[in-house]
């Protein structure tokens, strides 16, 4: 063959190689996640400016029926997603010890703490979300401070919390307490047999309290500060034995079908940009050197209540189970 045959050949496929290479991801991503929709509307749009391939698709609920859907698909052969974006760790974890995840060694997440990268790479924390009180300020003329504050009977009466049965957060929150020397299952005793109740989610929680329906709510602090922003008659307390926290990890599952989209989210997940938004919509930021919202104390000053997450996943179910005793599903 002439030179320049060989030539053309070679150039040929140095073309394909860059391009493969350098080729956008494309296609149809399903993503199933608990983040608020307007939230994810916001990421979508945000991720699409990177990648304007791509179609997300999202089904969004809270992080118990998004994984009940998820484990239904996955039991009948037929899973629908490709990324999961759920509130807590213990969900995903339980995906991962079900040989569920594919691991992403190649993830970006040199910035990320290492208390929030699961160890195998298959999951990546992406905000820091804590769970405290928040309080109607038309009604509360001397707010809580503490945790055992909402135990008084004329508190209890009026107030209102997550069920683990639909939130990831209530999920860690309960399993923390229960497994708290200072707290433990008395302290969910006594606040049912003051009056308080559980409502489905976070979201439930924060219209009972703006509306005046409850004057106490136990929930997570960007949906407080969100609706204080916009005007509702509400405060958040960061109780001084500290709060509970999620992480939102992002992960992808072993039977996506479009791994180059997954990944390409992922990687924008663990992004700066996606920091800085997240930071926007309320949430605490995970990496050093990005300020939290306006008005928010910083990540280093939280006091974060420690629980095991291997005794939470080990007794999920029952944990599930004696709450919905004490307060109805």
């Not at 009948?76 to 999961?84: E, L, S």
């Not at 009180?133 to 945790?147: C, D, E, H, L």
């Not at 929150?173 to 559980?198: C, N």
Request: hydrophobic residues 40%.
């Amino acid at each position: 063959m002439c030179n320049i045959g060989k030539l053309t050949i070679g150039l040929a496929l140095a073309s394909a190689i860059i391009t493969g290479a350098t080729a956008q991801p494309s296609g149809r991503l399903m993503v199933y996640t608990s983040q608020p929709s307007g939230q994810m509307a916001k990421v979508v749009r945000a991720f699409n400016k990177a990648h304007p391939k791509v179609q997300v698709v999202l089904y969004r609920s809270g992080t118990t029926e998004v994984m009940s859907r998820l484990q239904a698909e996955l039991a009948a052969g037929r899973p629908q997603a490709d990324v999961v974006l759920v509130a807590d760790a213990v969900a995903t974890t339980q995906l991962k010890n079900d040989g569920r995840l594919l691991a992403y060694e190649q993830a970006p997440a040199d910035k990320v703490p290492a208390a929030l990268i699961d160890p195998d790479k298959t999951f990546f924390g992406t905000k820091l979300i804590t769970t405290g009180i928040v309080y109607n300020t038309k009604f509360v003329s001397a707010p809580p401070s503490s945790w055992n504050d909402l135990l008084a009977p004329e508190v209890a009466s009026k107030t209102v919390m997550p069920h683990p049965l639909y939130s990831g957060a209530a999920v860690i929150h309960v399993g923390t307490f229960a497994q708290h020397k200072d707290f433990g299952w008395p302290y969910f005793e006594k606040l049912a047999r003051g009056g308080a109740i559980a409502a489905k989610g976070n979201g439930a929680v924060i219209e009972a309290v703006a509306r005046g329906e409850k004057a106490y709510g136990v929930i997570i602090e960007y949906m407080a500060f969100n609706a204080q922003r916009k005007g509702s008659p509400v405060n958040f307390v960061f109780p001084r034995e500290g709060v509970t926290a999620i992480t939102q990890p992002v992960a992808i599952l072993k039977t996506a079908k479009n791994i180059d989209a997954a990944r390409a989210f992922v990687d924008w997940q663990l992004s700066e940009e996606a920091q800085h938004q997240s930071v926007s919509q309320g949430y605490f930021p995970i990496f050093d050197g990005v300020a939290p919202p306006k008005g928010y104390p910083q990540v280093s000053s939280l006091q974060i209540m420690s629980g095991d997450l291997r005794n939470i996943l080990q007794n999920d179910e029952e944990n599930k189970k004696r709450f919905t005793d004490l307060f109805g599903g």
